[in-house]
């Protein structure tokens, strides 16, 4: 059998990777918002509205990639046959 761009195995490879993807894009997400936190506490011992509003900028964009990654769709699985 002519093995194809739409085959079954290419299809789990692509699931494989997109798991993959959504897990390093919630890490990355998590890791961001903790450094943005930091900033911010920083920041606020400062007394340096700067550094803090630079936290809350980080932590306001790592939210929205964390969220964003949460609609996206996997391929939908194909019917039983």
Avoid: W
């Avoid at 700067?50 to 936290?55: A, I, P, R």
């Amino acid at each position: 059998m002519k093995r194809g761009p739409f085959s079954e195995a290419g299809r789990r490879r692509r699931r494989l990777f997109l798991s993959k993807a959504h897990v390093g894009l919630a890490a990355a997400g998590t890791l961001a918002a903790c450094v943005g936190i930091g900033i911010a506490i920083n920041g606020g011992l400062e007394f340096n509205r700067t550094k803090v509003l630079v936290g809350v900028g980080i932590i306001a964009v790592s939210t929205v990639l964390y969220i964003s990654m949460l609609f996206v769709q996997d391929e939908p699985s194909p019917p039983d046959q």
